[in-house]
């Protein structure tokens, strides 16, 4: 089997080219969701189940050696966890590492926006459902919404971007909000993406409340006109992008269940408890941590990142129509 040096490859009916990682560096959050959260209890690993800086920093050289060039820092919540900072600098800094991001929820934002700007991070995304300070309650647990907002508008302050704000619309949720998310664009350089809601773990949040994308889409070219495709850039992702008349920012939509983008996929992840992971809505995981632990050499390392790699499955296996959930916690795993 031979590997690009530019590209980590997999042969095999898929063609997959992986030069993204996504790195879970906590399972705490300080938010509880409702569509990320068990509804029982929120399991969280002690110290020594979780990969250690030194450890990640590892995994992101050897993946790098293999051509990941793209990292996002995500958790749990990111901010949370101790010298994080810190450690998006190191990665930032790591030759051969072009683009490093983070996937935060807002709520540590506004103290940490220019700090994050001065480790090296250009862009971030920020998860946003609601512009209701008593739903945001609702949908998080926390009445945190101000300190969000305020988040965001120091990274807008910042010149971080782009800014992206996720949003999960669930339906007698926030699903009479999509209209005023899609209007932030017209006022702020914001990409408001709609994210499906995808069945993981035990969450508060039944199937039945999924609004698919072109429901949502439909909406939105109801209220506002037709949507103008954007063209994609070289570091997208799988959101699909277009724009409302006249707006500086951008509506995004990413569908992993009414049109999943599984063949364009060039994501490999690496979880909270240092396990590497193939596909998001797939359970395969392959362990690396008690690998590094016990002293392998760098060759073996990248044996166990290939070997993952290799398991890309050719589609992941959340059916809509079935119903069915991973049993996976998004925390966990990083979303
Ligand atoms: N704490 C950070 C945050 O809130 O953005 C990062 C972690 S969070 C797990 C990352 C993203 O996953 C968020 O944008 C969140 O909306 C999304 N997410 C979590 N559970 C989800 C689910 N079941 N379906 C779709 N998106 C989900």
Redesign the pocket.
Known sequence: MTFLKSNLETPGPIHHRVNYLRISVTDR?N?A?R??VPKDHLPTLSHKDIARYEEILRVVRLSRDLGVTKVRI?????LVRKGVLDFISEVSRMPGIEDVSI???GVLLRKNAHLLKGCGIKRL???L?TLKPERFRFITGKNLFKEVWGGIMAAHDQGLTPIKL?A?IMRGVNDDEIEDLVALTRDYPFHVRF??????GN?K?DMEQEVLIPEIRERIETAFGPLAPVTRGVHDGPAKRFKIENAPGEVGFISPLSSHFCHECNRLRLTSTGNLRPCLLNPYEREILPSIRQGASDHELKEIIMETVRRKPVSHTLITDECSRTTSQ??TI??
């Open positions: 959050c938010l969701c569509y990320c995500t958790g749990g919540e990111p996937t935060t929820n995304n920020i998860s459902d996720n999960v994210i499906e809601y995808m069945p993981m969450s949040v998004m925390f990083g979303g």
